[in-house]
T-cell receptor
Framework: DSGVTQTPKHLITATGQRVTLRCSPR?????VYWYQQSLDQGLQFLIQ???????AKGNILERFSAQQFPDLHSELNLSSLELGDSALYFC???????????FGNGTRLTVT | AQKITQTQPGMFVQEKEAVTLDCTYD???????LFWYKQPSSGEMIFLIY??????QNATEGRYSLNFQKARKSANLVISASQLGDSAMYFC??????????????FGSGTRLSIRP
């Protein structure tokens, strides 16, 4: 068990809809990362938060947004969903900068 | 720009043999960290091993070792005595820059390893 909790595990929704993915980092970790993994693809870095502030941004679409709350949990909001947004979305947390990322089990999003 | 390249999309290896998974990286920073992760068919991401750019010795964790060649910018994963349970997707990743709270961690495209009995 990595200590990172992601909810929900599965999400099925229609095109045009909006969803929120939730992540609770490992106790004590200040950094939260979000990644998208499309079918049989690598992990695409979306965004990183550190102690509530956005710190690094990848190729995150404007339809996507995220935030990290004072209790350090994070949410990834995906709006105006398209079929191509179907993917496995991972949250990961990290302590100091020599620490590895610890991943949650992911949220599998299916857009129909 | 930082980049991670894994040139082996798939590999087949006989059980009990050693296997080397290739990873090359590109960064202009002197300080960075390199990671390997395993993703079995169940989908979770499992951390295997870490190497810091200033670490003089190659990292080892059980049957996993990292063959770090800084001048060549390569960080190959070596799995000794492979087991059927090693069949999975393997990703190389880099944190760059290392000592900043604003550090991207990027992943390579992965190598799918299949162990034959």
């Amino acid at each position: 068990d990595s200590g990172v909790t992601q909810t929900p595990k599965h999400l099925i929704t229609a095109t045009g809809q909006r969803v929120t993915l939730r992540c609770s980092p490992r106790s004590g970790d200040l950094s939260v990362y979000w990644y998208q993994q499309s079918l049989d693809q690598g992990l695409q870095f979306l965004i990183q938060y550190y102690n509530g502030e956005e710190r690094a941004k990848g190729n995150i679409l404007e339809r996507f947004s995220a935030q990290q709350f004072p209790d350090l949990h994070s949410e990834l909001n995906l709006s105006s969903l398209e079929l191509g947004d179907s993917a496995l979305y991972f949250c990961a947390s990290s302590g100091d900068n020599s620490s590895p990322l610890h991943f949650g089990n992911g949220t599998r999003l299916t857009v129909t | 720009a930082q980049k991670i390249t894994q040139t082996q999309p798939g590999m087949f290896v006989q059980e009990k043999e050693a296997v080397t998974l290739d990873c090359t990286y590109d960064t202009s920073d002197q300080s960075y960290g390199l990671f390997w992760y395993k993703q079995p068919s169940s989908g979770e991401m499992i951390f295997l091993i870490y190497q810091g750019s200033y670490d003089e010795q190659n990292a080892t964790e059980g049957r996993y070792s990292l063959n770090f060649q800084k001048a060549r910018k390569s960080a190959n994963l070596v799995i000794s005595a492979s087991q059927l349970g090693d069949s999975a997707m393997y990703f190389c990743a880099m944190r760059d820059p290392r000592y900043s709270s604003a550090s991207k961690i990027i992943f390579g495209s992965g190598t799918r390893l299949s162990i034959r009995p």
